[in-house]
């Protein structure tokens, strides 16, 4: 398997960056486009990459927030068969409560809409291929962390705490053991590697790749979520997007080498 990230927050001198992340995945028997990004960046940087998108045969949608599904209607322009998975409870409701306004986070409308035909809205653990996998989260409460984030989803009956039962992870099975992909780990890394050995018990777990939404937590809650991914015995751990510099130096700081910086145009195999 082979991942490469057309979209993180961090550029280089040739790719730019934004706030989102769109990676392509290359495996045996799937060309995978995980997110799109806030914009048609992706589309943009593939290009300077020399990856060519009319060869994803499928694509994932990690959650339903804005800086990783604007992409989708363009990308649905330049490759016209492959499917885009999203999570069941997906819908265009995902709102952030900031300076007492709520403001609309969440998908381009006309995803459901207007390409209604190439959208799937996956329901439970989904095989994509054999070794590759969609897991929802299992994990109960996780409105408290909707709460905490000042995330909500738009309900008839007004806002309510955000789930973040539309958030999904793409694990990949190698050589190595499996590979996790979760685009910001809103419902808790530690979650999530749980999530994932119960639904595949006995499978070892390599690595574990995506934001991990800790630019805005302090430097005690950092330093144990380093501990903790350390003390699970993963070998590989990639983040940037929404773990924010200064979280990223706490976590080298626990994780030592085997923790990686993600940036536009990375490629990492396995």
């Not at 927050?9 to 989102?20: I, R, S, V």
């Not at 190439?118 to 590759?132: F, K, S, T």
């Not at 991914?229 to 990223?248: F, I, N, P, S, W």
């Amino acid at each position: 398997m082979k991942a490469v990230f057309l979209v993180d927050n961090n550029g280089t001198e040739t790719l730019e960056g934004e706030w989102g992340l769109s990676v392509y995945i290359e495996t045996d028997v799937l060309n995978i486009l995980l997110d799109t990004g806030a914009s048609a960046l992706c589309i943009e940087n593939a290009k300077e990459l020399g990856k060519d998108l009319k060869k994803i045969d499928v694509g994932v949608l990690s959650h339903a927030h804005d800086d990783h599904s604007t992409g989708i209607p363009d990308f649905f322009k330049v490759n016209d068969k492959a499917k885009f998975y999203l999570r069941k409870p997906a819908a265009a409701n995902c709102y952030s409560y900031e300076e007492g306004e709520y403001q609309y986070i969440g998908i381009p409308e006309e995803i459901l809409t207007e390409y209604a035909d190439r959208v799937v809205l996956a329901e439970g653990d989904v095989e994509l291929a054999p070794g590759i996998y969609l897991i929802p989260h299992k994990t109960p409460g996780l409105e408290s962390i909707g709460v905490r984030e000042n995330m909500f989803l738009k309900t008839d009956d007004g806002y309510r705490p955000d789930d973040f039962a539309h958030e999904q992870s793409l694990v990949v099975e190698t050589e190595k053991g499996l590979v996790i992909f979760n685009s910001c780990c809103h419902g808790g890394t530690m979650n999530i590697l749980r999530e994932v050995e119960e639904t595949l018990p006995g499978k070892d777990i390599y690595a574990l790749i995506g934001g991990f939404h800790l630019y805005n937590k302090t430097e005690d809650e950092v330093r144990s979520v380093g501990r903790a991914l350390k003390e699970h015995g993963l070998r590989y751990v990639c983040t940037g997007h929404c773990t924010g510099d200064e979280a990223y130096a706490i976590l080298e700081e626990e994780l030592g080498d085997i923790l990686h910086p993600m940036y536009c145009g990375m490629e990492m195999t396995f």
